[in-house]
């Protein structure tokens, strides 16, 4: 009876583990539903913000390969090297997923920059900054309009407070420019949009002719899904179509020429996403954005 009783204690091991890790998801989709109905209103802001400024004069809203991609390999990640450290990981990532390193709305808001960009702007047109923060005027909606930053009893302080730290974050990484020192008020207003790559530069809408581009469709964000999926999976979305352009060329047997698939190695050294990020592909999947 020994063997039987240690495969029983081994299922019933198993059927535990199963059980937490099942309660445990369950609970952060609860928590995750209850965050999105807190924030439908500000959501159907945005989405009525949508329609009243993009009339389909971009169809594909263009991004830079350097916000998912790095051109210089990551070296592995071994013990005593800067790469081991999470500074050093966060670095040497490329922009889209440092981004991801902490819970915030610094991504969803440069994103929501770019498709702002793009319908405000010819391609090769230096942006300027047409948006207040918070509050909304006539000519133009507040960047927490447009990215449904508010929700169920945000005040405006709050909001102020949620603007800023996606604009502190984004400055960090120099996606966006501000003005003046650290501390001074009214730094994050009217700040400068800047390009993909983090070098610093003023943003161009890229044109239709661009190589080193991804293009998403204008519907992904008319729809709102940059509003309402989480940064990881936003992250896992873009490395996802970028690796499509990239390597979806490549010949393969008949059996396997549907789809991609993305070496552990590739995902380390030129996307900077972890293991435990990338599984967000799973949500993904069940939203009906991507087959797996």
Do not use: C
Not at 45 to 59: E, N, V
Request: proline residues 5%.
């Amino acid at each position: 009876f020994g063997p039987i009783q240690e495969a029983v204690e081994r299922a019933q091991t198993n059927d535990r583990w199963h059980r937490t890790r099942r309660a445990k998801a369950e609970a952060t989709r609860r928590r995750r539903r209850k965050l999105l109905v807190d924030r439908a209103e500000a959501i159907s802001a945005a989405l009525t913000a949508y329609r009243h400024r993009d009339q389909g004069q971009q169809t594909m809203i263009r991004v830079r390969t350097d916000f998912t991609w790095r051109d210089t390999p990551r070296g592995p990640r071994t013990a005593g090297t800067v790469l081991a450290t999470r500074q050093g990981d966060v670095e040497t990532r490329p922009p889209n997923t440092k981004l991801i390193h902490r819970p915030g709305n610094s991504q969803q808001v440069y994103l929501g920059a770019i498709y702002a960009a793009h319908l405000e702007f010819e391609p090769g047109a230096h942006v300027v900054n047409r948006h207040h923060n918070v509050f909304d005027r006539p000519s133009a909606d507040s960047w927490a309009t447009w990215n449904a930053l508010g929700g169920s009893g945000v005040d405006t302080r709050e909001l102020n407070l949620r603007v800023t730290r996606a604009l502190r974050t984004l400055n960090a990484h120099r996606l966006v420019g501000v003005v003046g020192q650290a501390g001074v008020a009214g730094r994050y207003d009217a700040f400068t949009l800047n390009d993909e790559g983090g070098s610093g530069k003023r943003y161009r809408v890229p044109g239709e002719s661009a190589a080193d581009v991804i293009s998403i469709p204008a519907g992904f964000f008319r729809a709102g899904w940059h509003l309402v999926l989480t940064a990881e999976e936003l992250a896992t979305l873009l490395i996802i179509i970028d690796a499509t352009k990239r390597f979806g060329g490549i010949p393969r047997p008949p059996e396997d020429a549907i789809g991609i698939g993305i070496a552990d190695k590739t995902k380390w050294a030129h996307y900077g996403i972890r293991p435990e990020a990338y599984t967000s592909l799973h949500e993904l999947k069940e939203f009906g954005l991507i087959d797996v």
